[in-house]
């Protein structure tokens, strides 16, 4: 399926979607850490940076923990992924100990311009929430200041055929919502 923008935007928009098959095949720390460096400069709320990330690089001790958070539909895919992440948001502010509303909202910033910088490396970069997060908590030492977002899967293209068929079906860049669907112009209204 070719995904077009109805209105003039950069291509990277479009060509970034979540793959799941992946080829098992390692990535370097410096294609990690890029990934990390585009995460950094994301925008947020008195550039207060909550993002956190927890990862593990695969057949290490600590994939291990975090690949047994998953279900069972996300462990068929996830395996030959290179990396594994959990994301977190601190949900206070570092420079004055007060909540910081935005925190989800900032993360989710770090996690698209991590997303958009795994696609433009031919990487891909699938972001999931079947996993069970208490357990993620305990396992990972997450404190309870910081609230757990998502995992992302991240890893080098693979075939088709790496995946049960199920899942090689739906194996295709999904399109979008009409930006009438979701833009209210004044006040909110009801669909």
Do not use: C
């Amino acid at each position: 399926m070719k995904r077009h923008a109805d209105y003039k935007i950069n291509d990277i928009f479009i060509s970034r979607w979540s793959p799941r098959a992946m080829s098992g095949e390692s990535i370097t720390r410096d294609e990690l850490m890029s990934l990390f460096e585009a995460a950094r400069w994301a925008p947020s709320s008195y550039n207060g940076q909550p993002w956190r990330f927890i990862y593990a690089h695969r057949e290490t001790k600590q994939w291990d923990v975090l690949f047994e958070l998953m279900g069972t539909f996300n462990q068929e895919w996830t395996k030959n992924a290179a990396v594994l992440m959990v994301i977190g948001s601190h949900k206070i502010f570092d420079y004055n100990g007060k909540p910081e509303r935005t925190h989800s909202f900032d993360t989710g910033a770090a996690w698209q311009n991590l997303a958009l910088q795994a696609s433009s490396m031919g990487l891909v970069a699938h972001g999931m929430e079947g996993f069970d997060y208490d357990k993620a908590r305990v396992d990972l030492y997450i404190p309870d200041e910081y609230t757990i977002e998502a995992m992302v899967a991240v890893g080098r293209p693979g075939p088709l055929n790496v995946l049960p068929l199920e899942m090689q079906k739906t194996e295709i860049p999904s399109d979008r919502k009409k930006i009438e669907e979701f833009i209210f112009e004044g006040i909110f209204k009801q669909k």
